[in-house]
């Protein structure tokens, strides 16, 4: 049993793979920003994620003239796949290469295959937010770090999509959000929020004033803060008593400098049962923004199992 949790939730120590990671955050972004540019806003800007696949990250289904297209980041064969519905497709490496060069190949696959692709040619979130065309910087990719990586989000999402089902209320998928480069599930008491003031680097106030636009409680994974990677969690706005509320598994705690609960990956892979301690997290860090904000929990809450006997 050991070996199989070992396996299941794989060790991945930020400092191993960093140059990786940052230059795997470049290409999330451009992608993510093809499908920003094609698919109709949906709130809280759901559009623009990509989503966990059996083989690495996808844009799932992005609607384009009277057809649809995807691209897929492989990270078992490591190609970034792009498929349209009229059968057609191209493939770009994924292997060493620059930002700059990883844009040129996926712009031109995409021309080849008919799809405009006119995006906004640099990074958000970042700072500071080299142009993809002149991002000579970030040119690394280990492919076991790569994939290691989405391995260690298959478990986050798995694990986060249970968590999801206790709620019956406005919820968002488990998606990955390529701004801040985290898997991400977001739930909505259902009441409006303050105005969000906004200040994320190289990105519009405007854009954080969508995204929380309605009360909410929200979890996830992020791969920087721990050793291996920290799942978080926060409300917005935060209710009085939230930091303060207790929280577990052991490892958990309250990041005053990030306004969030925090439970380093590793906490959550060494633990006799990593399901169990990821669980706990999830749910107590809910609980402290239901109680404190004092959320309708008897209708937005119910038991997943509840037709179990009829299946």
């Known amino acids: 049993m050991t070996n199989q949790r070992s396996t299941a939730w794989p060790a991945l120590r930020v400092a191993d ?47 384009y003239s009277d057809g649809a297209f995807d691209i897929e980041f492989d990270f078992v064969e490591h190609q970034l796949r792009i ?9 770009v490496a994924l292997e060493p290469k620059t930002v700059a ?16 692709a006119t995006i906004q040619d640099r990074p958000n979130e970042v700072d500071p937010a080299i142009p993809f065309a002149e991002d000579h910087q970030h040119a690394s990719y280990d492919p076991r770090a790569a994939h290691l990586f989405w391995r260690q989000l298959l478990q986050a999402d798995r694990v986060i999509g249970e968590f999801r089902s206790h709620f019956v209320g406005k919820v968002s998928p488990v998606h ?42 929200s979890c996830g994974f992020w791969p920087g803060g721990g050793e291996e990677g920290a799942f978080y969690a926060y409300a917005y706005p935060e209710p009085e008593g939230f930091a303060d509320h207790p929280v577990g598994p052991d490892g958990a705690y309250y990041s ?23 669980t706990r997290f999830l749910h107590d860090t809910y609980e402290a923004a239901a109680q404190h904000g004092g959320w309708d929990r008897a209708s937005l809450e119910d038991d997943p199992a509840r037709w179990s006997d009829r299946r």
Request: glycine share 10%; hydrophobic share 40%.
């Open 83 to 91: 498929r349209t519905s009229d059968g057609a497709g191209r493939t």
């Open 176 to 217: 990955f959000f390529w701004g801040a480069m985290d898997l991400a599930c977001t739930r909505f008491s259902g009441r409006p929020a303050p105005e969000h003031p906004g200040g994320a680097p190289n990105c519009g106030d405007w854009v954080m004033v969508e995204g929380y636009s309605r009360e909410l409680s």
């Open 256 to 278: 005053v400098e990030n306004g969030q609960f925090l439970l380093p990956y590793e906490a959550v892979r060494t633990a006799a049962d990593p399901d169990a301690a990821l």
């Open 17 to 63: 793979w960093e140059d990786t990671r940052d230059t795997l955050h470049m290409w999330t972004q451009i992608v993510g920003k093809l499908r920003l540019v094609h698919a109709p806003l949906l709130n809280h800007w759901w559009q623009v994620t990509l989503y966990l696949s059996p083989r690495g990250l996808t844009t799932g289904n992005v609607p």
């Open 101 to 116: 060069e990883f844009y040129e190949q996926t712009m031109r696959a995409l021309d080849e295959l008919g799809i405009e």
